[in-house]
């Protein structure tokens, strides 16, 4: 099983849908997560921490569930603008240094 | 503020040729990492750097070296270069170890032939 896993996708939504992505994730000790977002041939950026209580940011929103270990990016009303990867990223924190990616999962919003 | 900068952007290499890779960031970050990116797979740690002097392996450092000499600066050498490494090398600095986002560099594109 992987450290990190998230559906390939690609997924393909018009403009304005809602579209969802989830994550898990194996270590039940790992400590902090997040969603980037890497845009095609450029570095990955961060899109947005993910806390156990769950936050939105504009028409972002990320939740956690510890017990389930997975991590899910909602997007709401997609934007061309949107049309990225999104990875999952995991810090296990374990008292070395491990941050775990996700491959990716791949999202095309087409007009 | 550059934020994180690397140089060459891209590179061919033939096989068992050598070089660096620069990577230096002006956020006074005390953590430094080389990754590779390959398609289909997560990123994937070749060594990282928890301040000026040190250094460490992560989850594929062979065939690869680095050296921290100056906080700002994280250099990545491949001594004898191979097919295998042909990839896209992003290097990324943080301000805190477990915890903190990873600010990342563009990238370096090299091909090995």
């Known amino acids: 099983r992987k450290e990190v896993e998230q559906d390939p996708g690609p997924f393909n939504v018009p403009e304005g849908a809602t579209v969802a992505f989830n994550c898990t994730y194996s270590n039940s000790a790992s400590q902090s997560f997040f969603w980037y977002r890497q845009d095609c041939r450029k570095e990955p950026k961060l899109l947005m921490s993910v806390y156990s209580s769950g936050n939105e940011d504009g028409r972002f929103t990320a939740q956690l569930n510890r017990a389930s270990q997975y991590i899910s990016l909602l997007i709401r009303d997609s934007k061309l603008s949107d049309s990225a990867t999104y990875l999952c990223?995991?810090?296990?924190?374990?008292?070395?240094?491990?941050?775990?990616f996700g491959a990716g999962t791949r999202l095309f919003v087409k007009a | 503020n550059a934020g994180v900068t690397q140089t060459p952007k891209f590179r061919v290499l033939k096989t068992g040729q050598s070089m660096t890779l620069l990577c230096a960031q002006d956020m006074n970050h005390e953590y430094m990492y080389w990754y590779r990116q390959d398609p289909g797979m997560g990123l994937r740690l070749i060594h990282y750097?928890?301040?000026?002097?040190?250094?460490a392996k992560g989850e594929v450092p062979d065939g690869y070296n680095v050296s921290r000499l100056k906080k700002q600066n994280f250099l990545l050498g491949l001594e004898s270069a191979a097919p295998s490494q042909t990839s896209v090398y992003f290097c990324?600095?943080?301000?805190?170890?477990?915890?903190?986002?990873?600010?990342f560099g563009p990238g370096t594109r090299l091909t090995v032939t």
């Open positions: 750097s928890v301040g000026e002097g040190t250094t």
């Open positions: 990324a600095s943080s301000y805190s170890r477990d915890r903190g986002p990873l600010h």
């Open positions: 990223v995991v810090n296990e924190g374990t008292g070395g240094f491990k941050t775990i």
